[in-house]
């Protein structure tokens, strides 16, 4: 299958593109390159010995994007394109909407003019806001508590309502839990342009040295020791749902949700521990106050990609672990 990845030169687009080319998809990247590098697109040419054209076009920008599409004539489109940082969204909320929102807008009509209607959207746990229980199954009640979050939830309905009203469509939305790690040649990997927002980036910064301490945003949760418990998933697992997803799409099932998750909850400290076994560093960390808007526990049932897309995550906690430290040490500055 011929596939346009939006955002492809990001974290999961370039795992994605790497499972598409090795399992002999065609992949075309469109990437505006506002957090990305194209290092990124050169080192995944790298590793599986094929050609990913790529283009720096914004989404937002119809003319760039129906050129792309009119030379390519992709048939199904993984939609990664978008802001993701929940303290900046909170910040530059216009910046969000017009980026995840608008940018979509203008994606899904370039798209219908071409004929394309096979998309597959990157959503997020997030959308269940704070869950009354755990684990979260699809049909959990949804909402928003910051501007990013709002995104990924008012894009979502967008697409529903877009099925709705031209049935040329199908669109798989994936909501991901934590994805972490890294490919295992170290050669790609997450490389958050600032200090980065999330707990294993920063974990792996403070081990190669890049920062100096860790701070566990509280141990006062109602959880095993305290501190925070996430669905961490490796990249790779993720990656390949969206392979699934794609098949899937070719049932023609309208509009399809799935969770992206293990299904096993961690917390900061299993998470600084396994690091530490793994890699042989200390982590130096302190308890700080819990940070605004996180939640206790946060975990899937993810039994339905199991049942439908035949997908479940194989690789485990110490594989993320082992996996992102690769990425780190070989590349400290990530793409430099
Ligand atoms: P990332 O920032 O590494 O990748 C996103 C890519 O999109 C970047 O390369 C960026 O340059 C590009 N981009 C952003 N706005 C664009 C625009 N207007 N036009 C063209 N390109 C644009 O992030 P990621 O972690 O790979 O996330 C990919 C998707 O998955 C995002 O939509 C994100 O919201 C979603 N998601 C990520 C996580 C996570 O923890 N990483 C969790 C849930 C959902
Ligand atoms: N966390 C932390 N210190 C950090 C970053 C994150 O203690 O520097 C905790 C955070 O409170 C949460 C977990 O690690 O319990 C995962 O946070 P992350 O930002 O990676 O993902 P989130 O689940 O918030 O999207």
Known sequence: MRVLVTGGAGYIGSHTCVELLTAGHEAIVVDNLSNSSEEAIRRV?????????????????????????????????????GLKAVGESVEKSLLYYQNNVQGTLTLCDVLSKHGVCDLVFSSSATVYGDPAS??????????????????????????????????????????????????????IGEDPSDIPNN????????????????SVFGDDYPTKDGTGVRDYIHVVDLSIGHLRALEKLQQKPGVVTYNLGTGNGYSVLDMVKAFEEQTGRTIKYRIADRRPGDIAMCYADASQAKKELGWEATRDVNDMVRDT????????????
């Open 45 to 81: 040419e790298a590793i599986t010995g094929k050609q990913l054209p790529f283009y720096q076009v914004d989404i937002r920008d119809y003319d760039g994007l129906d050129e792309v599409l009119g030379k390519h004539q992709p048939e199904a489109v993984i939609h990664f394109a």
């Open 134 to 187: 755990v684990p979260i199954t699809e049909d959990f009640p949804l909402s928003a508590t910051n501007p990013y979050g709002r995104s990924k939830l008012i894009v979502e309905e967008i697409l529903r309502d877009l099925q709705v009203s031209d049935s040329r469509w199908n669109i798989a939305l994936l909501r991901y839990f934590n994805p972490v790690g890294a490919h295992h040649s170290g050669q």
């Open 199 to 214: 707990l294993m980036p920063f974990v792996s910064q403070v081990a190669v040295g890049k920062l100096e301490c860790l």
């Open 325 to 336: 430290w690769r990425w780190q040490s070989q590349n400290p500055q990530g793409y430099g």
